[in-house]
């Protein structure tokens, strides 16, 4: 068993690896692959890798399928529910046909419902971490929060947080029930979450920080080596930091990362995985291989130098433009 350091997420009392493992790709969503092809057995072969590894934190959500990944998770977690952290969300609408009606809702009565849907996909009656995954912008975030702190004095879920909000919305959700964590896309690529002040509420009000691609959708990977390199289904063609200019801009700025992680002899995956961590935020890198796994969780226990840091910062200033997170409709769901 790996000796994979522990650390506290938010100030409530969840403590978990210093790294995550990101599921989503494990699953199609909308019948799209991410990623590339999904292979099931593979998939749950690299859950219980990272298990082995002392990485049992999982993140799932019910957009991921819909609802198929959290029905993977529990087939790989079956009989040893106990040895892991599932964190799910909510919040993109799946009505009773499973289908996705791509509206956003954050209403009492669909979190009631949602919530008992995935405890029943996940094969579980606890779900450690449950986020909200999108702000319903028609619903006040404080009723959406005072459903979901029902849930916790009901047993159901452990402790609550957010994704993509703004801290505006932090603040209020954090008078209803304290979050633990807040989720948000975060690597040398994509900063916004820093630029915007977010990271500093969250410390401030003593809440964890959640960074999901953090190998900017995997970018840092070094195998994609041009826009045509993308499968006809793959969604990050539609990404704007994968599109023209943005992308050889970004090919010329891995470079120099790659470098230096080749001075250290590690990958320059293991070396953006260790950025983050090394500024006390908890990776969740995605993945679906075993070979992957093993690698990021090693990325995690990797420490960087203040020289190294500076380095990184140099190549890749605060405030650099790599292009957009996602396409312009996905970007209105991201609350700003």
Request: with cysteine; proline share 3%.
């Amino acid at each position: 068993m790996s000796t994979i350091k522990k650390v506290k997420l938010g100030s409530e009392g969840l403590v978990v690896p210093n790294i995550g493992l990101g599921c989503m790709g494990m699953s199609k969503i909308a019948g799209m692959d991410i990623y590339g092809k999904a292979d099931e057995k593979q998939a749950i072969a690299t859950i219980h890798r990272s298990l082995e590894l002392g990485g049992n934190f999982l993140d799932t959500a019910d957009l991921y399928g819909p609802l198929e990944n959290e029905r993977l998770v529990a087939k790989a977690i079956r009989r040893n529910r106990e040895s892991y952290i599932i964190a799910t969300k909510f919040g993109y609408e799946i009505d009773d046909n499973e289908q996705l009606t791509w509206k956003f809702n954050g209403k009492k009565d669909y979190v009631k419902k949602a919530v008992e849907r995935s405890l029943k996909n996940l094969g579980t009656d606890f779900i450690d971490l449950y986020y909200l995954h999108r702000l319903d912008p028609n619903t006040p975030i404080e009723e959406t929060v005072g459903a979901m702190a029902d849930l916790v004095k009901e047993g159901k879920v452990g402790y609550i947080g957010l994704s993509e909000v703004s801290s505006n919305t932090i603040k209020r959700a954090h008078k209803i029930h304290p979050l633990t964590a807040v989720q948000t896309e975060y690597s040398l690529f994509e900063r916004t979450v820093e630029e915007a002040g977010i990271l500093k509420t969250l410390e401030d009000l003593g809440i964890g920080f959640v960074a999901y691609s953090p190998l900017s959708r995997g970018f840092f990977n070094g195998e994609i080596k041009s826009p045509e390199d993308f499968a006809d289904d793959d969604f990050r063609k539609a990404i704007p930091r994968f599109q023209g200019e943005n992308f050889y801009k970004n090919i010329e700025l891995l470079k120099e990362i790659e470098r230096l992680a080749e001075a250290k002899q590690i990958t320059a995956s293991q070396l953006a995985i260790a950025w983050v961590a090394s500024k006390g935020y908890l990776p969740i890198p995605g993945t679906k291989r075993v070979k992957y796994v093993e690698e990021n969780i090693a990325g995690a226990g990797i420490e960087l130098s203040k020289e190294e840091l500076e380095r990184l910062d140099n190549i890749v200033p605060l405030g650099t433009s790599t292009g957009d997170r996602y396409d312009a409709a996905n970007m209105m769901g991201i609350d700003q």
